[in-house]
């Protein structure tokens, strides 16, 4: 079973950095593209930032500058370095990845927990 597991979050004042990882664990052929999701409060979640397998990233306009996605294919796992931090930051952050199976070769799409960011003075 496959499984994504996020850290890294935290709370952190305006301005602040943080780090966020998620590694993908279970049995599987290969993984897709990877992408960051985050829910804010009575928001809908939204994409971030996504990631192709072959390092090509794609940020939503809000965090162009400020936030850089990358990934380690060695290790099966995707980061999201925040910069500059704001208040409208302030967010559950989402891993999310197409992996293809070992049997089933076909692209399933699957979630992580989720780790929560606080940005606060």
């Known amino acids: 079973q496959v499984q994504l597991v996020e850290s890294g979050g935290g709370l952190v004042q305006p301005g602040g950095s943080l780090r966020l990882s998620c590694v993908v664990s279970?049995?599987?052929?290969?993984?897709?593209?990877m992408r960051w999701y985050c829910q804010a409060p009575g928001k809908r979640r939204e994409l971030v930032a996504e990631i192709t397998s072959r390092n090509s990233p794609y940020y939503v306009d809000s965090v162009k500058g400020r936030f850089t996605i990358s990934r380690d294919n060695a290790y099966n796992t995707v980061y999201l370095h925040m910069n500059s931090l704001k208040p409208e930051d302030t967010a559950v952050y989402y891993c999310n990845a197409d992996i293809r199976g070992i049997v089933d070769p076909s692209l399933t799409n699957y979630w992580g927990q989720g780790t929560q960011v606080t940005v606060s003075s």
């Open positions: 279970g049995s599987f052929s290969s993984i897709g593209y």
